[in-house]
């Protein structure tokens, strides 16, 4: 049975995993670490953290209202499986995004506010992984503590998942620029690889 420890920890690992894979928000935040230092582009993360924190909540309530509906649970399954695969060919097609762009002289916080408010795809990332992870009894979201110590967790894991691109920056923009699409297979190789496990959990 999930415990409040459990539904923390899962929530920070599956965050800290989830902000990784390169993205608007973490190559923004190695910019801003480059040019406006440690500091700067650590109010940005907690800004991101923040705007987590209420979409992940929101996305954990819709995902309460999907389970009080069982018949639904084989299309969020089917669902899941769809977006994984769809993610996997996403990212090993991912042309490179880590391009110079100029920044407005504006606040990091403010900046990172804006860039997450944006990150709507958060919405379907959370309401996916919830359901998922429910399903399969590693997160409680019977409760508003567990719900909270989990959205916490995530919240968290998004700062995690920010810091080696902030303390990194300088060595990681290099290693992007040349490495990005070898990277970016990766990770579409593993959304795969989940998917196909997915898939076969359906049959099983």
């Not at 909540?57 to 969020?76: C, E, G, M, N």
């Not at 997450?116 to 919405?123: E, P, Q």
């Not at 998922?132 to 894991?157: D, E, N, T």
């Amino acid at each position: 049975m999930p415990t409040l420890y459990l539904n923390f920890f899962i929530g920070l690992l599956v965050s800290f995993l989830g902000t990784l894979p390169l993205g608007v928000l973490n190559i923004t935040i190695m910019d801003v670490s480059l040019k406006k230092g440690i500091n700067a582009a650590l109010r940005f993360a907690l800004a991101c953290a923040l705007v987590e924190f209420v979409y992940s909540y929101i996305s954990v309530q819709l995902t309460r209202s999907i389970i009080d509906f069982p018949a639904l649970k084989p299309i969020t399954e089917v669902f899941a499986t769809m977006t994984l695969l769809a993610m996997g060919i996403y990212y090993i097609q991912k042309q490179n995004s880590l391009t110079k762009t100029k920044q407005k002289t504006v606040s990091s916080f403010y900046l990172g506010t804006l860039l997450s408010i944006l990150n709507v795809v958060a919405f379907p990332f959370w309401i996916l992984y919830t359901t998922l992870l429910q399903g399969k009894g590693l997160v409680g979201i019977s409760g508003q503590g567990l719900i909270v110590i989990y959205v916490l967790g995530i919240s968290l894991g998004t700062i995690a998942g920010l810091l080696p691109f902030i303390y990194g920056s300088r060595f990681l923009t290099r290693l992007v620029a040349v490495h990005q699409h070898r990277m970016d297979r990766m990770i579409g190789s593993l959304f795969l690889f989940l998917s196909a496990c997915q898939f076969i959990s359906l049959w099983i």
